[in-house]
């Protein structure tokens, strides 16, 4: 099966482009389970949902909470559920400054406040335009390869689009377990093929919640 993007651009009446509004809230009233496979299919070690979200301009944008602007989009739990789906996204790419794409395994939703998230924290890798798409594509096939041999310490992950970079983040259950931090931070280096200068930040979710409080304040 191809794993090239398929460029899905549906306008519709809430100005969005890339994905049709009314089928992710659909989507998103599903009950989140991980969908039933087929004896032929090759199951994942677990089930994933992916989720899109953009952040508007303007006084609407700002007063909308972090998961009102979360849409499902999808869930898999095979192989080929996951290329069924991938082959229908737009490349990262080619999607509008402050968007972003969020994987993460069922069950887990992609906020700091989930019970899965709330002792961990990220890797944030910053990337120059134009190398986006390739990192976010080795990124979660190194994901659901279990590539990083850390157990069940891998979360999700998020690619974000803005203006004058990109940026990658791996979510992972133990901020505290600092062995486990380092395997992730090499296997992702590893994955993304980033040179040794490359620089990679290691954010605790308490950090960035602290952060977002202060910056209320």
């Given at each position: 099966?191809?794993n090239?993007?398929?460029?899905?651009?549906?306008?519709?009446?809430?100005?969005?482009?890339?994905?049709?509004?009314?089928?992710?809230?659909?989507?998103?009233?599903?009950?989140?389970?991980?969908?039933?496979?087929?004896?032929?299919?090759?199951?994942?070690?677990?089930?994933?949902?992916?989720?899109?979200?953009k952040?508007?301009?303007?006084?609407?944008?700002?007063?909308?909470?972090?998961?009102?602007?979360?849409?499902?989009?999808?869930?898999?739990?095979?192989?080929?559920?996951?290329?069924?789906?991938?082959?229908?996204?737009?490349r990262?790419?080619?999607?509008?400054?402050?968007?972003d794409f969020?994987?993460?395994?069922?069950?887990?939703?992609?906020?700091?406040?989930?019970?899965?998230?709330?002792r961990?924290?990220?890797?944030?890798?910053?990337?120059?335009?134009?190398?986006?798409?390739?990192?976010?594509?080795?990124?979660?096939?190194?994901?659901l390869?279990?590539?990083?041999?850390?157990?069940?310490?891998?979360?999700?992950?998020?690619?974000?689009?803005?203006?004058?970079?990109?940026?990658?983040?791996?979510?992972?259950?133990?901020?505290?377990?600092?062995?486990?931090?380092?395997?992730?931070?090499d296997?992702?280096?590893?994955?993304?093929?980033?040179?040794?200068?490359?620089?990679?930040?290691?954010?605790?979710?308490?950090?960035?919640?602290?952060?977002?409080?202060?910056?209320?304040?």
């Amino acid at each position: 099966m191809s794993n090239k993007f398929d460029a899905l651009k549906t306008s519709d009446e809430s100005g969005d482009e890339e994905f049709p509004q009314k089928y992710m809230q659909k989507l998103a009233k599903e009950v989140l389970v991980a969908p039933d496979i087929s004896p032929d299919e090759h199951k994942l070690q677990y089930a994933y949902a992916l989720w899109y979200s953009k952040r508007n301009p303007g006084k609407l944008g700002a007063l909308l909470s972090y998961d009102q602007n979360l849409k499902l989009i999808g869930r898999f739990a095979s192989v080929e559920q996951f290329w069924g789906l991938y082959s229908h996204l737009s490349r990262p790419s080619e999607l509008n400054t402050h968007t972003d794409f969020h994987l993460f395994k069922i069950g887990i939703k992609p906020m700091w406040e989930d019970e899965a998230n709330q002792r961990g924290g990220k890797w944030v890798v910053r990337l120059r335009k134009g190398l986006v798409s390739r990192c976010w594509e080795n990124l979660i096939l190194a994901m659901l390869g279990e590539q990083f041999m850390v157990g069940e310490e891998i979360c999700g992950a998020v690619v974000s689009i803005r203006f004058q970079e990109d940026i990658i983040c791996l979510w992972n259950k133990t901020a505290s377990d600092l062995s486990t931090t380092q395997r992730i931070r090499d296997t992702l280096r590893r994955v993304l093929h980033l040179p040794p200068t490359a620089l990679m930040e290691y954010k605790t979710h308490n950090d960035s919640l602290k952060g977002v409080k202060d910056h209320k304040i």
